[in-house]
């Protein structure tokens, strides 16, 4: 059946990131999800890396946007936009998507509309067809679980919008819950004290490189420190500053208690078999939050379940929205919704009028 299809992707389109997988190739593109767009033409001037390398250093008329919030397509136009200069950089060509199957993730827990935002955005770009699948379920089959047996496990995944805790067994999402906190949120609380404590503004580059070079979630972590440079708000004037990595665990550490009550949230949805479960199976981590230095044995310790992190833990969810395009790619569960060309007047017209009911 998958054989009519010229090419199949699996995709992860994050709030932070975006990568792509291609059937028979592996992972072909990891690269930012920004926009950079002329405001006065709207002319699109950079996507991805080019476009991040910006932030900070454009002038007025540039607008530098992230399409995505929270996991979810907050700017569909400039999601389009950012698809296509991404499966034309890959393909190089203009046929883009046509004739393709695509796979795409999405946060557990989202609404039907804004899926359906996801799929129709793919499908916009030529895609035969188009299936919505859920974050935890892609990430823990790309770190290689067997998520179709009758066995509990636990993931958390740990993006740049959003931390997910899911359940997951017989293939399915027993429970799950969703923090919109994650990655860029530590970046922004990064931000904000250098600011109240320095009187110093530092950029969005600035504070992530801060976090990767001395963020940590280990309280006995050998100090390290990093001079950082930015604008001091009395005087105007470029200024210094050294900080520590045990500031920053302090700004880690508030993050991190939202994690565990997230652990223990889900945790209390989930029968007691598949509790008992988690506790065999350890927990699974994923996601750019994942490589923080002493995550994983900080939750290991505060929750008491061994917590192993993916080998690969900011690729697994396109690998495994990948692997779903061949053996998992005529199931149909719960979590997953296939959506085709035919079927897209229809929705459109049906969902507008259902959905603005609601609202």
Same mark, same amino acid.
């Given at each position: 059946?998958?054989?009519?299809?010229?090419?199949?992707?699996?995709?992860?389109?994050?709030?932070?990131?975006?990568?792509?997988?291609?059937?028979?190739?592996?992972?072909?593109?990891?690269?930012?999800?920004?926009?950079?767009?002329?405001?006065?033409?709207?002319?699109?001037?950079?996507?991805?890396?080019?476009?991040?390398?910006?932030?900070?250093?454009?002038?007025?008329?540039?607008?530098?946007?992230?399409?995505?919030?929270?996991?979810?397509?907050?700017?569909?136009?400039?999601?389009?936009?950012?698809?296509?200069?991404?499966?034309?950089?890959?393909?190089?060509?203009?046929?883009?998507?046509?004739?393709?199957?695509?796979?795409?993730?999405?946060?557990?827990?989202?609404?039907?509309?804004?899926?359906?935002?996801?799929?129709?955005?793919?499908?916009?770009?030529?895609?035969?067809?188009?299936?919505?699948?859920?974050?935890?379920?892609?990430?823990?089959?790309?770190?290689?679980?067997?998520?179709?047996?009758?066995?509990?496990?636990?993931?958390?995944?740990?993006?740049?919008?959003?931390?997910?805790?899911?359940?997951?067994?017989?293939?399915?999402?027993?429970?799950?819950?969703?923090?919109?906190?994650?990655?860029?949120?530590?970046?922004?609380?990064?931000?904000?004290?250098?600011?109240?404590?320095?009187?110093?503004?530092?950029?969005?580059?600035? /504070?992530?490189?801060?976090?990767?070079?001395?963020?940590?979630?280990?309280?006995?972590?050998?100090?390290?420190?990093?001079?950082?440079?930015?604008?001091?708000?009395?005087?105007?004037?470029?200024?210094?500053?050294?900080?520590?990595?045990?500031?920053?665990?302090?700004?880690?550490?508030?993050?991190?208690?939202?994690?565990?009550? /997230?652990?223990?949230?889900?945790?209390?949805?989930?029968?007691?078999?598949?509790?008992?479960?988690?506790?065999?199976?350890?927990?699974?981590?994923?996601?750019?939050?994942?490589?923080?230095?002493?995550?994983?044995?900080?939750?290991?310790?505060?929750?008491?379940?061994?917590?192993?992190?993916?080998?690969?833990?900011?690729?697994?969810?396109?690998?495994?929205?990948?692997?779903?395009?061949?053996?998992?790619?005529?199931?149909?569960?719960?979590?997953?919704?296939?959506?085709?060309?035919?079927?897209?007047?229809?929705?459109?017209?049906?969902?507008?009028?259902?959905?603005?009911?609601?609202?």
């Amino acid at each position: 059946m998958l054989k009519r299809f010229d090419k199949l992707y699996g995709i992860d389109l994050g709030t932070s990131n975006t990568v792509i997988y291609e059937k028979g190739k592996g992972i072909v593109l990891s690269e930012p999800s920004v926009v950079a767009v002329n405001q006065n033409t709207g002319e699109l001037l950079a996507v991805g890396a080019e476009a991040q390398a910006m932030v900070g250093r454009a002038p007025g008329y540039v607008d530098i946007t992230y399409p995505l919030t929270n996991g979810v397509i907050a700017n569909i136009e400039m999601t389009s936009r950012m698809l296509q200069h991404f499966i034309k950089k890959i393909q190089g060509r203009k046929s883009l998507l046509r004739s393709s199957q695509v796979y795409i993730s999405v946060p557990c827990g989202i609404t039907n509309v804004q899926k359906r935002a996801v799929e129709e955005t793919i499908i916009h770009k030529g895609a035969r067809r188009a299936v919505a699948v859920e974050e935890p379920l892609a990430a823990a089959l790309g770190a290689g679980l067997l998520i179709d047996e009758p066995i509990g496990h636990l993931v958390l995944d740990i993006g740049g919008g959003t931390c997910q805790v899911a359940v997951l067994s017989l293939g399915g999402i027993v429970a799950s819950h969703t923090v919109h906190r994650a990655g860029m949120s530590i970046d922004q609380d990064i931000m904000d004290y250098v600011k109240k404590q320095y009187s110093l503004e530092i950029g969005e580059r600035t /504070a992530e490189e801060i976090k990767k070079r001395i963020g940590t979630a280990n309280a006995s972590a050998e100090e390290r420190t990093l001079d950082i440079r930015g604008r001091d708000m009395i005087s105007g004037l470029p200024r210094s500053v050294r900080l520590s990595s045990g500031e920053i665990y302090l700004l880690v550490d508030d993050f991190f208690k939202t994690l565990v009550e /997230a652990i223990r949230t889900t945790l209390d949805q989930c029968p007691p078999e598949l509790a008992g479960d988690v506790i065999e199976q350890g927990i699974l981590l994923c996601g750019g939050g994942a490589l923080l230095e002493g995550i994983d044995k900080r939750i290991q310790a505060e929750t008491g379940v061994h917590v192993h992190i993916a080998e690969d833990p900011l690729d697994c969810t396109a690998l495994g929205a990948g692997m779903m395009l061949g053996e998992h790619g005529s199931r149909r569960s719960m979590n997953q919704r296939t959506y085709k060309p035919e079927e897209q007047v229809a929705v459109s017209k049906g969902s507008s009028n259902r959905e603005g009911s609601k609202q």
